[in-house]
């Protein structure tokens, strides 16, 4: 079942959050002396970057990687690496060799072809901890923010991205109905099998998306295909209206 954490302004879910994805790396860190955190773009998770960066002990033997990424160069002001650079990254001097960047100018499919290997080797044949069953990769936080259609990551509604092989492991977008249209992101199978989903949801611009991702899973929003088990959400009063206080 869901997690649902409201909290009364996005500060607040900013705060609860980084708490949160804190104590989930140490856990991950004690179970398995790594731990192993993707993150997302977008105006929403900024804030909780900030506060990560700020406790540089939660993010010892940390390897970061992303969940999607826009095909431009890594300084453009669409790249997702640029935000956490400016972000986490600007507060913890992470070893460069522990961030793994999506290379969005290699283009959508040159692109993911390159993260899918460099996930492969890194948690499945090098770490036998970090992969299922399956041999996918078992990230233990991905950080997520919805869009106003319910997509997360790069997975919009509808696209033929959701049915991609249960195998693959990160797909490219060539025709992304938000600009820009070229895009590389994880699999809806790569999100998950990871252990845990962090969803931060902020402003009543993303109350119905919050609220139908609640509702019955559908192709038409993509967030309702998380595994509700391993999904936690943190949400503001305006995304979450009448929900309980966590």
């Given amino acids: 079942m869901t997690r649902l954490t409201a909290c009364k302004d996005a500060e607040t879910v900013a705060q609860r959050a980084a708490t949160h994805i804190a104590r989930q790396l140490t856990l991950a860190r004690e179970q398995r002396g790594i731990a192993h955190l993707a993150l997302s773009g977008g105006n929403t998770p900024r ?29 453009d002001p669409e790249s997702n690496y640029l935000l956490v650079a400016e972000t986490l990254l600007a507060r913890a001097a992470l070893p460069p060799e522990r961030v793994h960047r999506m290379q969005g100018e290699a283009g959508p499919h040159e692109g993911a ?43 919009f509604p509808g696209a033929a991205t959701l049915d991609a092989d249960e195998h693959a492991l990160c797909l490219g977008v060539s ?28 402003g009543a611009g993303k109350a119905d998306a919050l609220a139908a991702m609640l509702g019955e899973p559908s192709r038409h929003v993509p967030a309702s295909l998380l595994r509700r088990e391993r999904l936690t959400v943190f949400a503001d009063d305006a995304a979450a209206p009448g929900a309980p206080r966590g």
């Fill in 47 to 75: 804030r909780a970057y900030e506060l990560l960066g700020a406790a540089p002990q939660a993010l010892a033997e940390l390897e970061l990687w992303f969940a999607d990424e826009r095909c431009v160069a890594p300084e």
């Fill in 175 to 202: 025709d992304s109905p938000k600009p820009p249209p070229k895009r590389i992101t994880l699999s809806l199978a790569v999100l998950r099998a990871a252990r845990e989903c962090v969803l931060l949801v902020t």
């Fill in 113 to 155: 072809r390159r993260y899918a290997s460099e996930l492969s080797q890194a948690l499945v044949e090098a770490d036998g901890d970090h992969a299922d069953p399956s041999g996918l990769p078992l990230l233990d936080v991905i950080v997520l923010g919805i869009g106003p259609d319910g997509h997360v990551a790069s997975l």
